[in-house]
């Protein structure tokens, strides 16, 4: 349990004054429906009960200055002029986020924020989009704003696109925003439509974070989306009004796939059967089919590595370890890959012994530790403080 006392005295004694809000906004698991967001194609993601946490304060001015208890460093801007930093990445979602709000006619008064987490950084949890929705709420909180928790992901989503370079979907922010405790959200894209489905009580979710992270994983990120446009460009004189690979079934790729370079046909293959496992695999769980959910996030794993071509050998190690210990239904690797986490789906009353075999089995075969975390389905962003004085 995160501790929001220390916060509020860690904030007291670095600003001389109290905060006057907390916020906090989770981290997330995706079950599966891998790369088919920024496809408007559909995702299953699950919120954490891991979250990032901004303490914060009104200012008379315009100046908003931030400390980050993980970073163990500060930033301070204007609101009136709002820069990319080329240094530091961590303030740039800071500030990506307010101009997003500011873009939108937004008046904000300054603040003085304070930011911890206990989102693992790194691991493909999506820390990045908890400490942008986090931001953005605190923001609303300070200055009265009523924006919709789909308003506030896309506003987060912009600051990713155009403050931190990645042109990331909207998976991550929407579940920071909407996660509901209990529930994975089966969303919709598209519309950004999304329907709750309960977690099973006899079925645990269990991140594995393989310790690696690739360098490159943004740039590799931007290059399977612009593969994933071309090839609606090319199907589009066969199929006529696609949008997007949301719009384009199996049977399709089977007769038309030959329009297709050989490097793209298999992204388009990637996408396209993904977003059929995804529906299938929301109706398995809400059917409590855990067996048939497991079957369908084995074959995400396999097409993300063989088609899509964005795992690494320590995630398909994690996938292998898994569906040979105890009371797993299924696994796959989850997030953006290049590294980060993998996601298995274990029967409750086997959790303990599934656990104990993955950190025997990865340190084994990688000489690596592993720290598995069996996670709950937490919450949307939300106020957890709110003290008297506005
Ligand atoms: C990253 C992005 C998401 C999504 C996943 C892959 O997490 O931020 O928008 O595209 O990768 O499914």
């Given at each position: 349990?995160y501790e929001?006392?220390?916060?509020?005295?860690?904030?007291?004694?670095?600003?001389?004054?109290?905060p006057?809000r907390?916020?906090?906004?989770?981290?997330?698991?995706?079950?599966?429906g891998?790369?088919?967001?920024?496809?408007?194609?559909?995702?299953?993601?699950?919120?954490?009960?891991?979250?990032?946490?901004?303490?914060?304060?009104?200012?008379?001015?315009?100046?908003?200055r931030?400390?980050?208890?993980?970073?163990?460093d500060?930033?301070?801007?204007d609101?009136?002029q709002?820069?990319?930093?080329?240094?530091?990445?961590?303030?740039?979602?800071?500030?990506?986020?307010?101009?997003?709000l500011?873009?939108r006619?937004?008046?904000?008064?300054?603040?003085?924020l304070?930011?911890?987490?206990?989102v693992?950084?790194?691991?493909?949890?999506?820390?990045s989009?908890?400490?942008?929705?986090?931001?953005?709420?605190?923001?609303?909180?300070l200055?009265?704003?009523?924006?919709?928790?789909?308003e506030?992901?896309?506003?987060?989503?912009?600051?990713?696109?155009?403050?931190?370079?990645v042109k990331?979907?909207i998976?991550?922010?929407?579940?920071?925003?909407?996660?509901?405790a209990?529930?994975?959200?089966?969303?919709?894209?598209?519309?950004?439509?999304?329907?709750?489905?309960?977690?099973p009580?006899e079925?645990r979710?269990?991140?594995?974070d393989?310790?690696?992270?690739?360098?490159?994983?943004?740039?590799?990120?931007?290059q399977?989306?612009?593969?994933?446009?071309?090839?609606?460009r090319?199907l589009?004189?066969a199929?006529?009004?696609?949008?997007?690979?949301?719009?384009?079934?199996?049977?399709?790729?089977?007769?038309?796939?030959h329009?297709?370079?050989?490097d793209?046909?298999?992204?388009?293959?990637?996408?396209?059967?993904?977003?059929?496992?995804t529906?299938?695999?929301?109706?398995a769980?809400?059917?409590?089919?855990?067996?048939?959910?497991?079957?369908?996030?084995v074959?995400?794993?396999v097409?993300?590595?063989?088609?899509?071509?964005?795992?690494?050998?320590?995630?398909?190690?994690?996938v292998?370890?898994?569906?040979?210990?105890?009371?797993?239904?299924g696994?796959?690797?989850?997030?953006?890959?290049?590294g980060?986490?993998?996601?298995?789906?274990?029967?409750a009353d086997?959790v303990d012994?599934?656990?104990?075999?993955?950190?025997?089995?990865?340190?084994?075969?990688?000489?690596?530790?592993l720290?598995?975390?069996?996670?709950t389905?937490?919450?949307?962003?939300?106020?957890?403080?709110?003290?008297?004085?506005?």
């Amino acid at each position: 349990m995160y501790e929001l006392s220390k916060l509020y005295a860690a904030f007291e004694q670095y600003f001389g004054h109290p905060p006057t809000r907390i916020a906090r906004a989770p981290g997330r698991v995706n079950l599966i429906g891998e790369h088919t967001d920024y496809n408007d194609g559909f995702v299953f993601p699950m919120a954490l009960d891991r979250a990032t946490y901004v303490a914060a304060r009104p200012r008379n001015d315009q100046i908003v200055r931030v400390f980050s208890i993980k970073f163990r460093d500060e930033d301070q801007f204007d609101l009136q002029q709002i820069v990319r930093d080329e240094r530091r990445q961590w303030v740039n979602y800071i500030r990506g986020v307010a101009k997003g709000l500011l873009a939108r006619d937004l008046p904000l008064r300054g603040a003085d924020l304070m930011i911890d987490s206990d989102v693992p950084a790194g691991s493909g949890l999506s820390s990045s989009a908890a400490l942008e929705v986090a931001v953005g709420y605190t923001f609303q909180l300070l200055n009265n704003i009523n924006l919709l928790g789909e308003e506030l992901a896309l506003v987060a989503q912009g600051a990713e696109h155009t403050f931190v370079g990645v042109k990331c979907g909207i998976m991550d922010q929407l579940i920071a925003a909407l996660g509901e405790a209990g529930h994975a959200l089966l969303i919709d894209c598209r519309d950004l439509s999304y329907r709750p489905v309960p977690i099973p009580a006899e079925a645990r979710v269990v991140v594995c974070d393989s310790g690696v992270r690739h360098r490159l994983a943004g740039s590799e990120y931007n290059q399977r989306r612009a593969g994933c446009e071309e090839a609606v460009r090319l199907l589009k004189p066969a199929l006529g009004k696609i949008q997007a690979l949301r719009d384009v079934r199996s049977s399709d790729l089977a007769t038309y796939g030959h329009l297709l370079p050989p490097d793209v046909l298999p992204l388009a293959r990637h996408v396209v059967s993904e977003n059929e496992r995804t529906l299938a695999a929301a109706e398995a769980l809400a059917a409590g089919d855990l067996v048939k959910m497991g079957q369908l996030m084995v074959a995400s794993h396999v097409s993300l590595r063989d088609d899509y071509r964005v795992s690494v050998r320590e995630l398909d190690t994690l996938v292998d370890l898994a569906l040979a210990a105890p009371g797993c239904f299924g696994s796959r690797m989850t997030g953006g890959g290049f590294g980060g986490s993998t996601v298995s789906l274990v029967a409750a009353d086997h959790v303990d012994a599934f656990v104990a075999v993955m950190v025997d089995g990865y340190a084994i075969r990688t000489g690596r530790k592993l720290q598995p975390l069996v996670c709950t389905a937490g919450a949307g962003v939300s106020c957890v403080y709110a003290s008297e004085e506005e």
